[in-house]
T-cell receptor, first 118, second 113 residues
Framework: AQTVTQSQPEMSVQEAETVTLSCTYD???????LFWYKQPPSRQMILVIR??????QNATENRFSVNFQKAAKSFSLKISDSQLGDAAMYFC???????????????FGKGTKLSVKP | DVKVTQSSRYLVKRTGEKVFLECVQD?????MFWYRQDPGLGLRLIYF???????EKGDIPEGYSVSREKKERFSLILESASTNQTSMYLC????????????FGSGTQLSVL
């Protein structure tokens, strides 16, 4: 069964600095999707970034980028120029997919709480 | 703006009560999900549905059931609420395509006393 591990329950970063959140996963599949979701204090989960395993290039979205190491099964999130609004819970997720039924769902890690200091 | 709406933001119920959590999406999504979120445990899948009247068990279905009579609505039912079901419940929806992002509701914080 696939698993997702976030080893850092809490992280802290100074405003304008860079922080990296770690995520490792376990799977025997060769093609899959990985995601980072953000949950601010408002509780509304939103997608930060997504990566398809077959794509060599690391995904980027403005100040957010990933370091995807397929062989190591590692998918870390880098936040550059951290802002106060980046303070939130961050969840790494792996998409499982049932090819026979064309359906899937996400397996989430336990989350990393990021604090941003002014 | 696309929306997933959960009927209650906070809910307080008594042990043994039957509890209904409602979720409605306005995006014509095929897939709908119910997750439970607990501190230190992340999100765990309770049930999901990929079509009307279809449902699949997730990782922790015990003590829960679901109903999807219409495409836009997915209900989570606690047949007899217990204190260990005190938690945050998140509903989500998505298209039935690989790699699609989930759209989440704002969550229902349920307390069972």
């Amino acid at each position: 069964a696939q698993t997702v591990t976030q080893s850092q329950p809490e992280m802290s970063v100074q405003e304008a600095e860079t922080v990296t959140l770690s995520c490792t996963y376990d799977t025997s599949e060769s093609d899959y999707y990985l995601f980072w979701y953000k949950q601010p204090p408002s509780r509304q989960m939103i997608l930060v970034i997504r990566q398809e395993a077959y794509k060599q290039q690391n995904a980027t979205e403005n100040r957010f980028s990933v370091n995807f190491q397929k062989a190591a099964k590692s998918f870390s999130l880098k936040i550059s120029d951290s802002q106060l609004g980046d303070a939130a819970m961050y969840f790494c997720a792996y998409e499982t997919w049932n090819y026979g039924g064309s359906q899937g769902n996400l397996i989430f890690g336990k989350g990393t709480k990021l604090s941003v200091k002014p | 703006d696309v929306k997933v709406t959960q009927s209650s933001r906070y809910l307080v119920k008594r042990t043994g009560e039957k509890v209904f959590l409602e979720c409605v999406q306005d995006m014509d999504h095929e897939n709908m999900f119910w997750y439970r979120q607990d501190p230190g445990l992340g999100l765990r899948l309770i049930y999901f549905s990929y079509d009307v009247k279809m449902k699949e068990k997730g990782d922790i279905p015990e003590g829960y059931s679901v109903s999807r009579e219409k495409k836009e609505r997915f209900s989570l039912i606690l047949e007899s609420a217990s204190t260990n079901q005190t938690s945050m419940y998140l509903c989500a929806s998505s298209l039935a395509t690989r790699g699609e992002k989930l759209f989440f509701g704002s969550g229902t914080q349920l307390s069972v006393l």
